[in-house]
T-cell receptor, first 110, second 116 residues
Framework: GQNIDQPTEMTATEGAIVQINCTYQ??????LFWYQQHAGEAPTFLSY????GLEEKGRFSSFLSRSKGYSYLLLKELQMKDSASYLC???????????FGKGTKLSVIP | SAVISQKPSRDICQRGTSLTIQCQVD?????MFWYRQQPGQSLTLIAT?????????ESGFVIDKFPISRPNLTFSTLTVSNMSPEDSSIYLC?????????????FGPGTRLLVL
């Protein structure tokens, strides 16, 4: 089975940088995903990490350390539209399924 | 990227009735999944829809309550049977095999169900 933990809520200021952490425990790791979900909408894919290190994609970056069972999503130059829930999801080896964390609700304030 | 659509987008149903939700993709995909997202909660996988065979259900979900069909590589249905207010939720289909990693899942817009 898998256990995925991320903070429930975070607040950050427009223009700032915020880091959302995710820790996981899994019997066989095959990749970690970050999704963004605005209220009332479906999740949208942000990033995929399967090797250690940082993946950068515009204002968003995602980091993975497999030995520590740890990932973070880094959002730079925050905008009001970044207010959303951010979901960490893990894929277990030998399966196409994703197990989702409970999500972190990010509020960006002026 | 593919276009994933769901019908209906929302519905209000009476207790004891059933609702069938459709998920259509505009290209062939390897895997299709059905999730439930209850208010304020994260996503819970109901089942994997297998093309040409019975769906694979997760713990806590059974075929009698959530029958699933997948007649081809672009279409699937989920039925919520004998509904109760506890079934009020968002139901999401997702697909993988579109790139970004074989296991990356892309979600349909969801079906918002309210059971009275």
């Amino acid at each position: 089975g898998q256990n995925i933990d991320q903070p429930t809520e975070m607040t950050a200021t427009e223009g700032a940088i915020v880091q959302i952490n995710c820790t996981y425990q899994t019997s066989g790791f095959n990749g970690l995903f970050w999704y963004q979900q605005h209220a009332g909408e479906a999740p949208t894919f942000l990033s995929y990490n399967v090797l250690d290190g940082l993946e950068e994609k515009g204002r968003f970056s995602s980091f993975l350390s497999r030995s520590k069972g740890y990932s973070y999503l880094l959002l730079k130059e925050l905008q009001m539209k970044d207010s959303a829930s951010y979901l960490c999801a893990v894929n277990e080896a030998g399966s196409y399924q994703l197990t989702f964390g409970k999500g972190t609700k990010l509020s960006v304030i002026p | 990227s593919a276009v994933i659509s769901q019908k209906p987008s929302r519905d209000i149903c009476q207790r004891g009735t059933s609702l069938t939700i459709q998920c259509q993709v505009d290209s062939q995909v390897t895997m299709m999944f059905w999730y439930r997202q209850q208010p304020g909660q994260s996503l819970t996988l109901i089942a994997t829809a297998n093309q040409g065979s019975e769906a694979t259900y997760e713990s806590g979900f059974v075929i009698d309550k959530f029958p699933i069909s997948r007649p081809n590589l672009t279409f699937s249905t989920l039925t919520v049977s004998n509904m109760s207010p506890e079934d009020s939720s968002i139901y999401l289909c997702s697909v993988s095999g579109l790139g970004g990693g074989q296991e990356t899942q892309y979600f349909g817009p969801g079906t918002r169900l309210l059971v009275l």
